[in-house]
């Protein structure tokens, strides 16, 4: 898909007709990360996530989504929002997740996320952070990803950021794509607490000056 035709649109993002696709289009963001935190439980993960996609106002939420539709079928989105609220929307979005684990989970959460959380280095506030990017598995290679990342790029730029952010898990074909996108490797992390155990890879800061 090199251009758009009337076929393709680009809008904000709802719920209610593909909620059933959007937590397998999370996870597979980020699997090594996401499949520690439930213990590979994708059951849970569906529970956990569809629900704050369906509320406003968290880091998952749909009301920061961008999706691109063929006719009625979603194709992928962009998910993401100002550096400087990072931290209050993660925030949210584990207090209104909180439900969803039992209280031994709940525990094995915490002590999973003590690490995980120097996954994604501070935001800066000038900065758009583009949390999630995710296209369905057999439409990928055909140009969604790129009309989604452009989209980003150009509101980012039209409402005054300085930078776009966003964080990519090492061996990802995505780090090739997002550095042909004019992105460029900005900080390195790795977690040794986990490399024998959930084995989640190094992560990549990767960042577009505008």
């Not at 035709?5 to 699997?31: K, Q, V, W």
């Not at 996401?34 to 998952?60: H, M, N």
């Not at 994604?120 to 369905?136: D, E, G, N, Q, T």
């Amino acid at each position: 898909m090199t251009e758009m035709d009337d076929r393709y649109s680009l809008e904000p993002a709802s719920t209610g007709s593909y909620d059933h696709l959007i937590a397998d289009l999370i996870f597979n963001t980020d699997p090594s990360v996401f499949g520690c935190l439930v213990r590979e439980d994708r059951k849970l993960f569906s529970r956990w996530i569809t629900p704050l996609w369906q509320s406003a106002g968290c880091s998952y939420g749909f009301d920061c989504a961008t999706v691109l539709m063929e006719n009625s079928d979603l194709l992928g989105f962009e998910l993401g929002f100002a550096g400087e609220l990072h931290g209050l929307l993660e925030e949210k979005s584990a207090a209104k997740g909180l439900s969803v684990f039992n209280r031994e989970q709940l525990v094995y959460l915490a002590n999973c996320s003590r690490h995980l959380n120097y996954v994604v280095p501070f935001v800066p506030k000038s900065a758009y952070y583009v949390h999630l990017l995710s296209i369905r598995a057999e439409r990928q290679g055909t140009g969604i990803g790129r009309r989604l990342l452009e989209n980003a790029f150009e509101q980012a730029s039209e409402n005054g950021f300085k930078s776009v952010h966003l964080d990519v898990y090492e061996g990802n074909p995505a780090v090739g794509f997002y550095e042909r996108m004019g992105m460029q490797k900005r900080l390195e992390t790795r977690l040794p607490a986990f490399q024998d155990t959930a084995r989640i890879p190094a992560h990549f800061r990767m960042v577009k000056e505008l």
